[in-house]
C-alpha cells in the first residue's frame, strides 16, 4: 500500500483538473505523486555504493528491480569507485563528476549523552558553550540541574568527545550559535561513543546514535525548558527538515536551511513540534556520463524512499517538499508520467 498524504492527493486532483487541453508542465508534486503508480525502466545495470546506514536495504532495492523492471538492475558496490554511477553519503570517489546532485535522505547532528538512571538529558547553548570552555565539568552543576528538574543529576565528571569533523558539525555549530547569538566553538575532546564511559558527552550523528541505542540530549532552544525543548526524534527532524530554501541549479539540488521559515509538520501530525534545526542532508549523486539508466535507477530509488524502504535504516526520509524537487532533477529525459497510468 502506498504511503501517501490527504494534502498530496489534494495537490494532485487540483493538478489534473487545472491541466488545459494544451497540456502545460505538471507541477513536482503532481509528478511525484503520479510515478508513485508507475515504474520507470531502462535496460542495463547501474552501481549503487551507499554509506554503512543505508547500505542495509540496498539488497532489497536489487530485488526489488529485478521483480518490477525487467532487462533493469542496480548492483550494491562495496565502496564508491570510478565505475559506480550512483553515489549516496560520503566519502564519494575522487574521480565522479556528478551532473546531478540531490538529497536522499535525512539526518541529523546530535549530542549523546551516558548517564546511569538518567533517560533524557536536556542542555542549551549556553550549559554546552560552557562545557567546551570547562566552565562546567560535572553533571551536578546547578545550571544543568535546572535545564534537567526531572531527574538528581551525579556527582560525575564531564568527558567530551566528538565524531565529526568541523564540516560535518556545522548544524548543530550553526543552531547553537543562533541560539547563543554569538559564535560558538565546539572544544577538542577525545571520548568515544562506542565505550560508553560514564559521565560521556559524545558529539555524533542521529544514525549512529539510533544504531547504538545510545540516549540523545534534547536542546533547549529558549528560556522555558518545557515549551522550548527540542528532543532528536523522527518528527522533529522532519519538521527541521522542511525548513531547507531550495534551488535548482543546472540539474543539480543546492539547500540553504533558513531557520526562520515556517516548519511543516510531518505526515499523520496536525501540528508542527517544534523543529529539530541541526539538520543534516544525505545526498545522491549521479556520476560519469549522463545516462538515462542510471537516471531511472535513481528515481526509483527516491520512490522508494517514500514507500518505507529508509525505514528499515537509522536514516529518516524526506520530507516531500524535497523529495519531489530531487525527483524533478532526476528525471531529466526520461519518459514521464500520464494522468491516465497504466498500473504497477
Avoid at 67 to 88: D, F, H, R, Y
Avoid at 199 to 221: D, E
Avoid at 323 to 330: D, I, P, T
Amino acid at each position: 500500500m502506498f504511503s501517501r498524504s490527504a494534502k498530496t492527493f489534494a495537490l494532485v486532483i487540483a493538478g489534473m483538473l487545472s491541466l488545459s487541453a494544451c497540456n502545460p508542465p505538471m507541477p513536482p508534486e503532481v509528478l511525484a505523486t503520479l510515478a508513485e503508480q508507475t515504474y520507470t525502466c531502462e535496460l542495463g545495470d547501474t552501481q549503487l555504493s551507499a554509506p554503512e546506514e543505508i547500505a542495509a536495504v540496498a539488497v532489497d532495492w536489487q530485488t526489488s528491480v529485478a521483480a518490477n523492471c525487467e532487462g533493469m538492475s542496480i548492483s550494491p558496490a562495496a565502496e564508491p569507485s570510478a565505475q559506480v554511477e550512483l553515489q549516496i553519503g560520503d566519502p564519494i570517489d575522487a574521480s565522479c563528476v556528478a551532473y546531478s546532485t540531490v538529497p536522499f535522505a535525512a539526518d541529523a547532528v546530535v549530542f549523546t549523552a551516558n548517564l546511569d538512571g538518567i533517560s533524557n538529558v536536556n542542555l542549551n547553548a549556553t550549559a554546552l558553550e560552557q562545557i567546551f570552555k570547562g566552565e562546567i565539568s560535572n553533571w551536578n552543576d546547578s545550571l544543568l540541574a535546572e535545564l534537567n528538574p526531572g531527574f538528581e543529576m551525579p556527582d560525575l565528571p564531564i568527558s567530551y568527545g566528538s565524531l565529526l569533523s568541523a564540516e560535518s558539525a556545522k548544524p548543530m555549530t550553526d543552531w547553537l550559535s543562533r541560539l547563543a547569538k554569538h559564535d560558538v566553538a565546539f572544544a577538542g575532546g577525545n571520548t568515544a561513543i562506542d565505550s560508553l564511559d560514564a559521565g560521556s558527552l559524545v558529539l555524533t550523528t542521529y544514525s549512529k546514535a539510533t544504531a547504538i541505542g545510545i540516549t540523545m540530549v534534547g536542546i533547549v532552544a529558549g528560556s522555558n525548558v518545557e515549551k522550548d525543548l527540542v528532543v532528536p526524534d523522527m518528527s522533529t527532524i522532519s519538521t527541521g527538515a522542511t525548513q531547507f530554501k531550495i534551488k535548482n541549479n543546472a540539474g543539480s539540488i543546492e539547500l540553504t536551511f533558513d531557520a526562520k521559515s515556517k516548519p511543516i509538520a510531518p505526515v499523520g501530525i496536525d501540528v508542527a513540534p517544534n523543529p529539530y534545526q541541526a539538520v543534516s542532508i544525505t545526498n545522491m549523486r549521479l556520476c560519469g556520463v549522463d545516462s538515462l539508466k542510471t537516471r531511472a535507477a535513481a528515481r526509483y530509488l527516491l520512490r522508494q524512499d517514500s514507500q518505507g524502504s529508509l525505514g528499515l535504516t537509522t536514516m529518516i526520509a524526506l520530507p516531500e517538499t524535497l523529495r519531489v524537487e530531487a525527483l524533478a532533477a532526476v528525471s531529466v529525459g526520461l519518459p514521464m508520467p500520464s494522468l491516465a497510468p497504466e498500473g504497477n
